[in-house]
């Protein structure tokens, strides 16, 4: 998502139903009519939604994962596309199913640091913002990613 | 169950069972519905041969997801005012997850009553994956 654009994230009741499958949480009705209550980690799906999002297969471009070879990218640093470091949401208001919500990103902070299990970490922030059709401030969404030096060394 | 501001009291402590035995086709759920199709999380030919880990593990959000279900369940989704987490470690397929949320404040605000929590994540070996923070109101 680049820094201005706006993304149109309409909130489906199947896909949120699908969503709270997906966590685990089968108290959802399965007709996927209702208007289940949306989990608070459901503004991230916004990914589904955004044309240019870089952790899906699309036509004609390079992909990362295997295929007739471990990767279908030459010469990608090892974590490719980096790791979740930190993810934080605050609602203004419930997210209901019927919600079309346009999305906008900025980039925050970036910052640096020394770890012991990956060598030198790269963090950037982003901010996503979710306004309803009135164009009321419905959630705040801030991730934190964080590009490692190597694989994180396992225990 | 949900509960009612005048069932809680600071330092109740909520525990639940996230998940046993992790399954792989979790993380392609998650994926799916997510659309975070990073293959860090669903190929594990990837993860051995090029990315240098030993196979696929779980989307930080999915270990959040399923972790939010201790407030949700206990409050609603549509309470939730505040949810956020640090990732702490990697989950992998296998792991048993076990979601806790502390009530560290009771307090009312704009007259309504919203229960401040801290949130632990820890796996079968007692390692913590997620730490964090949830604000949830609590219906009369």
Known sequence: ?155 | MRLKASQISVGDTFEDILVEDLKRTQLVMYSGTSGDYNPLHTDDIYCREAAGYPGVFAHGMLTMGMTGRVVTDRFGAENVKKYGVRFTNQVWPGDDLKGKAVVDAIRQENGETLIDMTITTTNQKGDVVLSGYATARAEK
């Open chain 1, 1 to 155: 998502m680049s820094d201005k654009k706006t993304i149109t994230f309409p909130v489906e009741a199947t896909h949120v139903m699908m969503f709270r499958r997906s966590i685990g949480d089968y108290a959802v009705p399965d007709t996927g009519l209702e208007k289940a209550a949306v989990p608070p980690t459901f503004p991230r799906a916004v990914a589904q939604f955004d044309p240019d999002y870089h952790l899906r297969l699309k036509p004609g471009e390079a992909w990362f994962g295997s295929g007739k070879k471990p990767s279908g990218v030459e010469g990608k640093p090892s974590s490719a596309g980096g790791l979740h470091a930190e993810q934080h949401f605050e609602f203004l208001r419930p997210m209901v199913p019927g919600d079309v919500l346009s999305v906008t990103e900025h980039v925050g902070k970036t910052w640096e640091k020394e770890s012991k299990r990956a060598g030198k970490l790269v963090f950037t922030e982003r901010v996503q913002e979710f306004r309803d059709q009135k164009g009321e401030l419905v959630c705040i969404s801030r991730g934190v990613s964080v590009r490692t030096e190597r694989p994180v060394d396992q225990k």
